[in-house]
């Protein structure tokens, strides 16, 4: 089946410092989707992409989904302590019923 | 609008011991999910339903079974537990209409000792 690799798998941040986390599969995709996941919850959609090129924001997150369709980066700028936790990249399957999903990102933010 | 709602949040069972997992939507999505979620690890699709009456295994459904009889209620059954079941249960729901972004539940923590 389709596979998304994230990178990298886990990063340590001092708060206010800029994050870019990465998408890519072998595959094409036509919808991208960003999810984070707080401590102890469930994934909450962040960011949806829904054509190549796009680039799309919600507050100090920004995402782009890539040219070739094979990739997607997420950035957020001058972090603070509550965007700890697990950033998830998603994309539909092609049998279009369900979502493959990314291995996640572990981000710590330090105070 | 409740969302995704799991019920238990928390559970310890025996090896052996039977129990369900409850999910129950109250978007009118057709989609639902049951995936878990080791320590520090990502999420594994158990199994899914694309409408009522309809269910498919995912990457992992040994150990498990599921039902769908109504659109809302898709609940995930555990006949004999073992300590490798041991996980965070994350049931979702989505519909087409949102390029299948998933509305995810609370989780429940489940422990087999």
């Known amino acids: 089946g389709q596979q998304l690799n994230q990178s990298p798998q886990s990063m340590f941040i001092q708060e206010g410092e800029d994050v870019s986390m990465n998408c890519t599969s072998s595959s094409i995709f036509n919808t991208w989707l960003w999810y984070k996941q707080d401590p102890g919850e469930g994934p909450v959609l962040l960011i949806a992409?829904?054509?190549?090129?796009e680039l799309t924001s919600n507050g100090r997150l920004t995402a782009q989904f890539g040219i070739t369709r094979k990739d997607s980066f997420l950035n957020i700028s001058a972090s603070i302590p509550s965007d700890v936790g697990i950033y998830f990249c998603?994309?539909?399957?092609?049998?279009?019923?369900?979502?493959?999903f990314g291995e996640g990102t572990q981000l710590t933010v330090n105070p | 609008n409740a969302g995704v709602t799991q019920t238990p949040k928390f559970r310890i069972l025996k090896i052996g011991q039977s129990m369900t997992l409850q999910c129950t939507q109250d978007?009118?999505?057709?989609?639902m999910y049951w995936y878990r979620q080791d320590p520090g690890m990502g999420l594994k699709l158990i199994y899914y339903?694309?409408?009522?009456?309809?269910?498919d295994k995912g990457e992992v459904p040994n150990g498990y079974n599921v039902s769908r009889s109504t659109t809302e209620d898709f609940p995930l059954r555990l006949e004999l537990a073992a300590p490798s079941q041991t996980s965070v249960y994350f049931c979702?729901?989505?519909?087409?209409?949102?390029?299948?972004?998933?509305?995810f539940g609370s989780g429940t923590r489940l422990t087999v000792v």
């Open positions: 339903s694309v409408g009522a009456g309809i269910t």
């Open positions: 998603a994309g539909p399957e092609t049998s279009g019923s369900r979502l493959t």
């Open positions: 979702a729901s989505s519909s087409r209409d949102r390029g299948f972004g998933y509305t």
């Open positions: 978007m009118n999505h057709n989609y």
């Open positions: 992409l829904y054509k190549a090129g």
